[in-house]
C-alpha cells in the first residue's frame, strides 16, 4: 500500500514540536508552539514575514535552539528521539533536510560540488564521481530542475542557485525536507514538474513541509496548512477544507483587498531602446538585439527565467552597465557614459533583485539606509556635511507612510524582517517621485500582506504617472500589474503584448524558449 492510500492523520508522525518557544531579547518569535508532521505528508507552513516560521525551521534545523520545548524525529524503524537542540549535523543525521530561502552555497565551488559537499570523501582518488554525476543528472531529469553542474556557483544567476539548492536538498534524500520558497523562481512548467516529484516522493514516504507566499500552490501540493500568526499556530486544517480568502484573512488577522489596476491612458515616451546589446559578466546572458518602449503611466512586465538576461537588462537601467550597441533614450534625451548616480539624478528609482546584497547595508541604520541615494542632495547636506536632523526626519517620514515596522530610524537594518527591507527600499524609492521605476523581483519571498501593499504603491506610482519595468518570475503579480509583458529568453525580447491577450500557460512555454522566436524582435 502506498503512503499516499493512508490518511494524513492516521500515519504514523516523524516529526513533532512541543512547546516550542524562541525569545530574541524582547522579541518572542515562537510562543509555545505544538506541531506533528506525518510520514507521506506534506505541510504548508503560511504566515506574514515576521510571523516565525523560519525560526522554527532553524529550530527544527539546529541553526537555532529553543528557549522552551523540544523537537523528536523518528528514528528508522518509527519511534520517536529526542533531536539533539543547536546541531545541524545531527538534524542531517536523523534525516532532516532544509532548502533556505537565502541560499547556503560556496559560491567558489562548481554546483556538482556543492551538490555532494559532505557526502563523498575529501579525497578526489576515492570519490566516485561518475555515481555522484549520475544521480544528479537523474534528479535533473525527474525535477525539470536544470542548472549547468560544471560553473562555479558565483557565476549562476539567483534562479540558477535556487535550483542548486533544491537539488542539494534530494540527492541527501531526507526523510524530512523543509523547503522555504522552493518555487520562487521556476515557470509554471517547472513548478508542475517539482509538484508532480514531490508528491512521488511523499507516495514514497517522505515528508515535506513546505512554506510558501504563493497560496494558489499551498492549496495545489499540501495535504495540511499551519498557519502562524506573531509567533503562534493559530490555525491548522486538511487543506481540502480550506480556500484562499480564509487562509488570506487569517495570517494577516483581515480582510486584504485585491490591488486594481485602473485603465490609464499611456503618455510619452519614457524609455527607448532600439537593438540594444550589452555585454554580460562572465558567465551570465548579455543582451541581444534588444528593442522596447515604456510610456508614462504604464507598467511593462518582463517575464522570464532567472539566467535570460535580467541582470543585464537591470544594470542597463541602473547605470551599471553600458550599451555597446543600439540606441537608448531616457526622457526623450540620449543616454550615454550612465553611472548609478547618473540614474539617479536623472529621475530612475531602483528596487533591486536581491534586497539585502544590493538594496541595504546590513549594519547601517535605518535612516543611514534611507539616505543612501539622497545624501548628496539639500536639505540633506550643507557645505558637504551630512544634516543629521533632516536625515531623520525624512526616515521617519519614510518609516510612517510606508508602514516600515521597526523600533525606530536608529534600528539596524539587517535586523528588520525581509518585509520591512523591502518596505524601506520601497519607501526610499518612491519618496522622490522617480519618472522611471525599475522593479526586479518586487515581492519575492513577501506575504500576501507586504505583496498587496507592494502592488498598491507601484500602481499608485503609476496613476501619477510613473513608467514602470517590472521584473517578475511570479506570472500571477505580472498578470495582475502589467500592462503589457514581454519574455526574455537567452538575452532577447519578445514583442510585449496587451495583458489581456497572454495566458500563463503561454508565457510558460515562451519562457522555456517554445515559439519564442515568432514573437522576438528581430529589428
Known amino acids: 500500500m502506498k503512503v499516499d492510500d ?5 500515519r504514523s508522525p516523524v516529526l513533532r514540536l512541543t512547546g516550542i518557544t524562541k525569545r530574541f531579547g524582547d522579541l518572542l518569535a515562537n510562543e509555545s508552539i505544538d506541531l506533528e508532521l506525518a510520514r507521506g505528508e506534506i505541510l504548508a507552513l503560511l504566515g506574514e514575514n515576521g510571523a516565525g516560521k523560519t525560526t522554527l525551521m532553524n529550530i527544527i534545523f539546529g541553526h537555532y535552539t529553543a528557549d522552551e520545548g523540544k523537537v523528536e524525529v523518528s528514528d528508522p524503524s518509527g519511534v520517536l528521539q529526542p533531536l539533539p537542540p543547536g546541531n545541524p549535523d545531527a538534524a542531517l543525521s536523523a534525516g532532516v533536510g532544509m532548502v533556505h530561502q537565502h541560499f547556503t552555497l560556496a559560491d567558489n565551488l562548481s554546483a556538482f560540488d556543492n551538490l555532494v559537499l559532505g557526502t563523498e570523501s575529501l579525497w578526489r582518488p576515492w570519490q566516485n564521481l561518475r555515481g555522484a554525476q549520475a544521480r544528479a543528472q537523474e534528479l535533473m531529469s525527474n525535477s525539470g530542475l536544470t542548472v549547468d553542474l560544471a560553473k562555479p556557483v558565483s557565476s549562476l544567476s539567483v534562479g540558477e542557485r535556487q535550483r542548486v539548492e533544491i537539488l542539494k536538498a534530494l540527492y541527501r534524500g531526507a526523510r524530512i525536507l523543509i523547503l522555504d520558497e522552493p518555487t520562487a523562481v521556476l515557470t509554471p512548467q517547472e513548478t508542475e514538474s517539482l509538484f508532480a516529484t514531490l508528491r512521488r516522493l511523499a507516495a514514497d514516504g ?5 512554506i510558501s507566499h504563493k497560496l494558489h500552490e499551498v492549496l495545489s501540493i499540501s495535504d495540511r496548512i499551519a498557519i502562524l500568526r506573531g509567533g503562534k499556530i493559530v490555525a491548522t486544517q486538511p487543506t481540502a477544507e480550506t480556500n484562499r480568502e480564509y487562509l488570506a484573512e487569517t495570517m494577516v488577522g483581515k480582510t486584504i483587498p485585491e490591488p486594481v489596476r485602473e485603465p490609464q491612458s499611456p503618455g510619452l515616451p519614457i524609455l527607448q531602446l532600439r537593438n540594444v546589446a550589452v555585454e554580460a559578466e562572465p558567465g551570465r546572458t548579455p543582451l541581444r538585439d534588444l528593442s522596447l518602449t515604456l510610456r508614462a503611466h504604464e507598467i511593462l512586465g518582463i517575464a522570464g527565467v532567472s539566467g535570460n538576461g535580467q541582470t543585464a537588462f537591470s544594470n542597463l537601467l541602473s547605470g551599471l552597465a553600458r550599451h555597446h550597441h543600439g ?19 536623472q529621475g530612475v528609482g531602483r528596487i533591486p533583485e536581491d534586497r539585502h546584497h544590493d538594496g541595504v547595508v546590513g549594519e547601517m541604520t535605518v535612516w543611514e539606509t534611507v539616505m543612501l541615494e539622497d545624501y548628496y542632495r539639500a536639505p540633506y547636506q550643507r557645505f558637504g556635511l551630512l544634516q543629521r536632523d533632516a536625515a531623520r526626519q525624512r526616515a521617519e517620514a519614510v518609516i510612517r507612510n510606508y508602514e516600515v515596522r521597526c523600533p525606530g530610524p536608529d534600528a539596524v537594518t539587517k535586523l528588520l524582517s525581509g518585509g520591512n527591507i523591502q518596505k524601506l527600499i520601497l519607501g526610499r524609492v518612491l519618496d522622490r517621485e522617480p519618472g522611471l521605476i525599475l522593479a526586479n523581483q518586487p515581492t519575492r519571498g513577501l506575504d500576501i500582506g507586504a505583496v498587496t501593499y507592494v502592488h498598491e504603491q507601484l500602481l499608485a506610482a503609476r496613476k501619477r504617472g510613473a513608467g514602470i519595468i517590472l521584473i517578475s518570475e511570479d506570472l500571477d503579480e505580472l498578470l495582475t500589474l502589467s500592462d503589457r509583458i514581454a519574455v526574455l529568453y537567452r538575452g532577447r525580447l519578445s514583442e510585449p503584448q496587451r495583458v489581456e491577450e497572454v495566458t500563463i500557460r503561454g508565457l510558460g512555454l515562451m519562457m522555456a524558449g ?10
Open 6 to 10: 493512508v490518511p494524513a492523520t492516521a
Open 206 to 210: 517522505l515528508a515535506v513541509v513546505f
Open 327 to 345: 540606441k537608448v533614450e531616457l526622457f526623450g534625451k540620449p543616454l550615454a557614459n550612465s553611472t548609478p548616480a547618473r540614474m539617479v539624478r
Open 514 to 523: 517554445q515559439g519564442f522566436e515568432e514573437t522576438a524582435h528581430a529589428a
